[in-house]
DNA sequence: CCGGTTCGCCGAACCGGTTCGACAGTCGAA
DNA sequence: TTCGACTGTCGAACCGGTTCGGCGAACCGG
């Protein structure tokens, strides 16, 4: 079942077999009609990997994803499953790759082992070890977020900064004189986590713009910190009418917690977030949020990885999202 | 960066450095000394597709998920994060292909261009092409489901039908006398989803065992659609007081219907799932259910699957799950 | 001192494709 | 009628590893 047998079948040679298949060189219509009826008959399928390795390239991509340890956000699972499927429309496959900042024996393998042909790299932090290692092997490659050195590498983020300030505006045209943030996880904006430094910054500076109290809190990312939030906020500013946020996993938790100390949703706390569409509209009550294009950016994010392959010397090219909030139930005039 | 200027700088031939890097035949520690400065020196990995041709195996399991338009559920969800992690640690990479019923292109890749030495497959049908496929392609697999003729299959599945008999009964003990099966969506039923068509039964059996009145409705996996079957229910039963479903993605749609209907759950209405542990804790109220363990499930699939590689040809496990019902708030007796 | 093991390494073949140079045959133009 | 171009095919080399048979040297006991 290799291209030697199907050649004999045929009365061919092996490249002549290898041509007609791939088309490289022109094949007379009859002996390219005698095998493809061989290669019909047996139905025969090119082995992947000797043709990887004669190719030199192995029409697959890498998706490198978070450690299973912390589970994906609905919007990163959109992501990929966005990625995955576009890589299927243009016929490349998708090679998973868990791997937190620092690269471990996976990412090794699928870089070094010269296993894909380029990669996706999700939550990129500030400084990035991945990053450099996928430079100085020059893997083709675009990153989800990005560094502090933008220019070098290709990369799709959302601009969280002007996000989270949009959400504060849109809090302080409500009337909300006193609003938190409750930013992702402390060990991931710690380790320089882009999204969680600049909601940070994009906060302080709408806060200040517009007069109002601004708290900043970091929280884990799971429903059991985002209660605690909600107690700690409580305890340390009960003046707080207004939460944005951009972590979606604490956000029941947040709910919960309010709950708790018998506040409702949006009649005395309104929470305005970032988030997947999907997501933002299930949640009860429906949050307003500024829904992040996930699928777009998985489709744009493979279409940007397959331009950069082809031609892996031009300028690294960058998209920036700023998606508009979708007003929803969670965000109303601030109580009185 | 190859073998062969590895060896050429450590004076050995190219065997000599397979060897020392395999370790399958032994090597005088002198050389392999040489041949390891050599390597850390240009940190030279082998070529992965090189070796998979030459090994004939390729490191790689496949990992065949619902195709992205329909999203996954929380538990799908864990157990493909699972997976991964699982397949990590024992070095094996994955790769992911998102296929229906009907094999497409990105399975066929994977299945006949042996690009993987097995695969696992999710979201398995009564009858399923795909089986068939992987069968006389005769390429290791581990289903998560079962189809008609588990025999000749590995798999890892969970007891809907108990499970949801379960939920009947935990109903039926708190005196709940007319309940629903919200069931997933009528397409995937239709195509012979096991889990849906064995929940449907477990559900028949168990209210007609306690002599309930029981109404099963199919239900699409969407917010949208849990919000209309609360309609039907409300309409064609309004006296059902306890629901239970196996549909994770219609249950926020469910909740707003009933809330939209004035209904409070658990107080007017309980309602008991089978779904994601974490998923069930996080909903509001917290979910009565029986929850599935997904990430054991996981790891469970890969070791199934890794077994199997090693000895294709033994009869194939199988290990049905039936996880038992955890008590949150969501159910409570019925009114009276 | 000799014959048989054992150890350590080498060379060649192989895995299954792709690709390049060459060559025979046909055709058209000079 | 000859020469050049073009068409269709072949053979061989190559991609970068693994694996097997064999060979020389060292080592052993008799």
New interface residues.
């Given amino acids: 079942m290799n291209i030697g047998e199907i050649a004999r079948r045929a009365g061919v040679s092996r490249s002549t077999v290898s041509y007609a298949l791939t088309g490289k060189r022109p094949v007379s219509e009859a002996t390219r009609r005698r095998i493809q009826d061989v290669i019909d008959e047996l ?1 025969y ?6 043709r ?2 004669a190719e030199g390239r ?1 029409r ?1 991509i890498g ?1 490198v ?1 978070p ?3 912390a ?2 956000t609905h919007m990163q ?2 992501f990929v ?2 990625v ?2 576009a890589a ?1 429309k243009v ?1 490349l ?6 791997s937190g900042g620092d690269h ?3 990412f ?3 870089i ?4 894909v042909d380029g990669a996706i790299v999700m939550e990129i932090r500030v400084q990035d070890a991945r990053v450099e290692r996928l430079l100085d092997e020059e893997l083709p490659f675009v990153g989800i977020g990005h560094t502090a050195r933008a220019d070098r590498m290709c990369w799709i983020d959302v601009d969280y900064a002007t996000l989270i300030g949009r959400c504060v505006h849109h809090l302080a045209d409500l009337g909300h004189s006193a609003v938190a943030l409750v930013n992702r996880s402390p060990e991931l904006v710690a380790s320089g986590y882009g999204p969680g430094l600049r909601a940070a910054e994009g906060f302080g500076a709408a806060v200040a713009e517009r007069g109002i109290a601004g708290y900043a809190y970091l929280c884990g990312d799971d ?1 059991a910190s985002g209660r605690s939030v909600v107690e700690r906020i409580r305890a340390e500013h009960p003046e707080v009418t207004g939460i944005a946020t951009l972590n979606e996993a604490a956000l ?2 947040v ?2 917690g309010l ?1 708790d100390a018998g506040l409702r949703v949006p009649r005395d706390v309104s929470i305005v977030g970032v988030a997947a569409a ?1 997501w933002a ?4 009550p429906p949050l307003t949020a500024a829904d992040v294009p996930a699928q777009q950016m998985g489709a744009q994010a493979v279409e940007l990885l397959v331009e950069r392959i082809a031609a892996p010397d031009t300028i690294p090219r960058h998209i920036l999202l700023t998606p508009p909030i979708s007003l929803r139930s969670s965000s109303a005039p601030a109580p009185r």
Same sequence: chains 1, 2.
Avoid: C, W
Wanted: glycine content about 4%; hydrophobic content about 40%.
């Fill in positions: 139905d399928k090119p082995n992947a990997a000797a990887a390795l192995t697959t998706l994803i450690p299973a340890a589970r994906l699972l959109d499953a966005a995955v499927e299927a016929d496959d998708v090679l998973l790759s868990p471990d024996r996976s090794e393998r699928m070094s082992g010269r296993r429903a029941p938790g709910q919960h709950e999907q509209q299930d949640f009860r």
